[in-house]
């Protein structure tokens, strides 16, 4: 069953930008590929909910356009647009702190839908890698959101991450582990948030049935 440009949460575009997407999921080659990768970057900068859900819209443009022609002008297209981005990264994290966890969270979508040979993208770990790690030093870990969006990330992606490079893995892990460990004035929920995100990949990337209802019990009371 096809989606529906509401499962896509396209309709909060305008008409004109809601028929381009539209007929670029079903026939990329009808039009200008840059434009629909610049449309959904500039979309999941700015819609926190728009950041989490583009991974499948250009999952879907990428499958149409590989099926259609064999090409990759969208992927090339995007891929090259989020390297602007992350070139600049710092400026943005300055600039807007929720701009900034948009694109950690775009770009880690990205790495989780599209694949090469089943494979996670060889041109994504790295940055994905220094996303995380930048998520993950004292200044970043004194903000709930960047310290969510981290947490949130490691459970969609760390375990793909870890195979496609498991020692900035372990590099990430140490600082998480002395950060929860020595940083003083963390708030207590990101503390519970850097305890859970411990525990989850020490168990093999989950939580154990005792862990998980410890999990729930503590967010109850806190």
């Not at 997407?21 to 026939?27: E, G, I, N, S, V």
């Not at 002008?73 to 701009?99: D, I, T």
């Not at 041109?123 to 890698?129: D, E, F, G, S, T």
């Amino acid at each position: 069953m096809e989606n529906s440009a509401e499962d896509y949460r396209i309709q909060s575009f305008d008409l004109d930008t809601q028929r381009l997407l539209k007929t670029a999921l079903k026939d990329p080659s009808l039009v200008n590929l840059e434009k629909v990768s610049n449309i959904i970057v500039d979309q999941s900068l700015k819609d926190p909910v728009f950041s989490k859900e583009a991974g499948r819209i250009c999952y879907t443009i990428v499958q149409a356009e590989a099926k259609q022609s064999n090409g990759n002008v969208f992927r090339r297209h995007l891929l090259n647009r989020l390297q602007q981005e992350f070139k600049e990264r710092e400026e943005m994290r300055a600039r807007s702190l929720q701009e900034w966890v948009c694109y950690v969270t775009f770009i880690c979508n990205i790495f989780d839908y599209l694949k090469v040979n089943n494979m996670p993208m060889v041109a994504l770990v790295h940055p994905v890698y220094d996303c995380l790690m930048r998520l993950a030093k004292p200044d970043a870990l004194m903000n709930e959101d960047e310290v969510d969006c981290l947490v949130v990330q490691l459970h969609r992606i760390g375990e793909q991450l870890e195979k496609a490079d498991n020692q900035r893995m372990n590099d990430l892990f140490f600082l998480l582990r002395d950060g929860f460990l020595l940083q003083e004035g963390l708030s207590s929920m990101a503390r519970l948030l850097l305890l859970e995100i411990l525990e989850f990949r020490a168990g093999g990337w989950m939580l154990s049935s005792t862990a998980h209802k410890q999990w729930c019990v503590s967010l109850l009371t806190w």
